[in-house]
T-cell receptor, first 114, second 111 residues
Framework: NAGVTQTPKFRILKIGQSMTLQCTQD?????MYWYRQDPGMGLKLIYY???????DKGEVPNGYNVSRSTTEDFPLRLELAAPSQTSVYFC?????????????FGQGTRLTVV | QKEVEQNSGPLSVPEGAIASLNCTYS??????FFWYRQYSGKSPELIMS????GDKEDGRFTAQLNKASQYVSLLIRDSQPSDSATYLC???????????FGQGTTLQVKP
C-alpha cells in the first residue's frame, strides 16, 4: 500500500538549472497538491489539481509549473532554479475537496539550490 | 488573506501531563479542520480531523472546535516522549481541498 510516492528524496541544483519533482498516488484520489515548507514554517500551497487535465495556482506558484495528464501522477517542474526555491517539497492527495477531505502526504523532496 | 495562527513554542510538558495546543483561523467560511504531527525531517501525518463544534476524542487525543470564536485546539493526555514533534493546524476553507497551515507548534515532552 504505497500511498503517495515522491522522487527524488534529495536533490542539489545549481542556479539556473531545471528539474521535475515526481509524485504519484495509488489511492485513486482526484485531488492532488504541491506544498513547500521552509525551515520552521508551515506548508504553503504551490499548485493543485482537482482532476486529470485540471490544474490551478496556489499561494506561491511563481517559478513552478505542473501538469496532470493522469489521475495518478502530478509532477512539479522547476524552471531556472533560484536559491529562494531551496525548501522541502511535499506532494499530497485527497479523495474529496470539501468535507472529510483529509490529505495524505508523500515523504517529501529536500531541494537545495546553490 | 486567509490565515491560520499558532504559537510556535516550544511547548514543554513533563511526561504524563496534558499538552494543550491552540490554533486560530481568520476565514469564517472554513469547514474542515485538521491536526497534523510532523517529526523532524519527516512528512506531516494526520492525527485528528474535526468538522463540527464541540469535542472529538481519539485515544489520548481530543480535538476541540469553536467556530464562533474561530478556534481549534488539540489536547494530548498522558503525554509521552514519543509525542515530541511539531503539530501543524490546517484549515480547509473551500471545496477544492486546499489547506491553509499554521506555522506549527513544537512540543517537547520531558521524561
Amino acid at each position: 500500500n504505497a500511498g503517495v510516492t515522491q522522487t527524488p528524496k534529495f536533490r542539489i541544483l545549481k542556479i539556473g538549472q531545471s528539474m521535475t519533482l515526481q509524485c504519484t498516488q495509488d489511492m485513486n484520489h482526484n485531488y492532488m497538491y504541491w506544498y513547500r515548507q521552509d525551515p520552521g514554517m508551515g506548508l504553503k500551497l504551490i499548485y493543485y489539481s482537482v482532476g486529470a487535465g485540471i490544474t490551478d495556482k496556489g499561494e506561491v506558484p511563481n517559478g513552478y509549473n505542473v501538469s496532470r495528464s493522469t489521475t495518478e501522477d502530478f509532477p512539479l517542474r522547476l524552471e531556472l532554479a533560484a536559491p529562494s526555491q531551496t525548501s522541502v517539497y511535499f506532494c499530497a492527495s485527497s479523495l474529496r475537496g470539501s468535507m472529510n477531505s483529509e490529505a495524505f502526504f508523500g515523504q517529501g523532496t529536500r531541494l537545495t539550490v546553490v | 488573506q486567509k490565515e491560520v495562527e499558532q504559537n510556535s513554542g516550544p511547548l514543554s510538558v513533563p511526561e504524563g501531563a496534558i499538552a494543550s495546543l491552540n490554533c486560530t483561523y481568520s476565514d469564517r467560511g472554513s469547514q474542515s479542520f485538521f491536526w497534523y504531527r510532523q517529526y523532524s525531517g519527516k512528512s506531516p501525518e494526520l492525527i485528528m480531523s474535526i468538522y463540527s463544534n464541540g469535542d472529538k476524542e481519539d485515544g489520548r487525543f481530543t480535538a476541540q472546535l469553536n467556530k464562533a470564536s474561530q478556534y481549534v485546539s488539540l489536547l494530548i493526555r498522558d503525554s509521552q516522549p514519543s509525542d515530541s514533534a511539531t503539530y501543524l493546524c490546517a484549515v480547509n476553507a473551500g471545496n477544492t481541498g486546499k489547506l491553509i497551515f499554521g506555522q506549527g507548534t513544537t512540543l517537547q515532552v520531558k521524561p
